[in-house]
């Protein structure tokens, strides 16, 4: 019988194809396009081509394909991402500058669609065809129906009629000098429009599928006999409809995540949100590939982070789960 431990090493070890896979298609698209960063650079006639020389064989962008991907992974092995040339800074930093940013958008719309999307799925689920139902029922469906960019310019333009409403950015050019508890304040204004605009989404797709399994589930033959039995009301929805109805949501709990970071990165350059998503943007439009490539493996480290929560939840929370994978 296995144990916890080497269930989560059967799972990493089964996930590192995905981390190999997204990174080197990154590379291999990059390497499809023509030229590369210092082709800009030519231009400058205070660059010799010498010293331009010099750069690509030092990063080995004379180099095959094939060798240079080799080389990044084997420098990834020792935390090495790469130097970033248009920021003049290891990938590294870069990224640890803008990931805490991207974290606190998506973990804010990430808590705030869980905790909006399940009780009122619970809700509706048991009470379809009320007032309640289909008012969330029609925002579901506007949520689905309209791309997050475009509500973002929405929201955008509408914030844009309210005087003093801050417009982009993430905290106001003279944050420094204010009170912490101003500074706050300005920081979650600042935040009201790319996380409603993440969450939005996000609540749409959770509510809908939670309402749809707690009506699979409530008309279930042991609900039946749980009611035979007389227990109280309040125990058979929240111990046995919900705790049954949950279980395809908790497989999607650890997928959310990297969705919403793949996700925020358009919101974030409507906003003007210092995160990843535009910082991926400059890389590629600079083709800056060590920097492109540093964000797509934090993407896919991400991605096997969600896939494996989600089976450690899944099987935390149902038993049958823990006994087929003898997790117990």
Known sequence: MSSWPVFLVKRIAGALPVFLFLPFLTFLLLNLIPGNYFDSLRMNPQISAETLK????????????????????????????GYSFSYQQPVLEVLSSRVGNTLLLTVSAFLLAWLTAVPLGLWAGLHPGGSLDRGVRMLAYLGLSIPNFFLCLLLLWGASWLSGWP????????????AWPDRVLDLLSRMVIPVSVLAFSSFAFLFRLMRAQVLEVRDRDFVFF?????????????????????????SLFGMELPALFSGAAMVEIFSGWPGLGSLMLQAVRAQDQFLVLGSMALMAVLLIL?????????????PRIRAERGAL
């Open 226 to 250: 749980l009611r035979s039995l007389r227990i109280s009301e309040r125990r058979l929805v929240f111990k046995h409809i919900a705790r049954n109805a949950v279980n395809p949501l908790i």
């Open 167 to 178: 417009l982009g950015g993430m905290l106001s050019p003279f944050s420094e000098h204010m």
């Open 54 to 81: 010099r750069y690509e064989s030092m990063y080995q962008l004379d180099a095959p394909v094939a060798v240079q991907y080799l080389s990044w992974l084997k420098n990834l092995l020792f935390l090495d991402f």
């Open 306 to 318: 969600g896939n494996l929560l989600s089976d450690i939840l899944l099987a935390a929370a149902d």
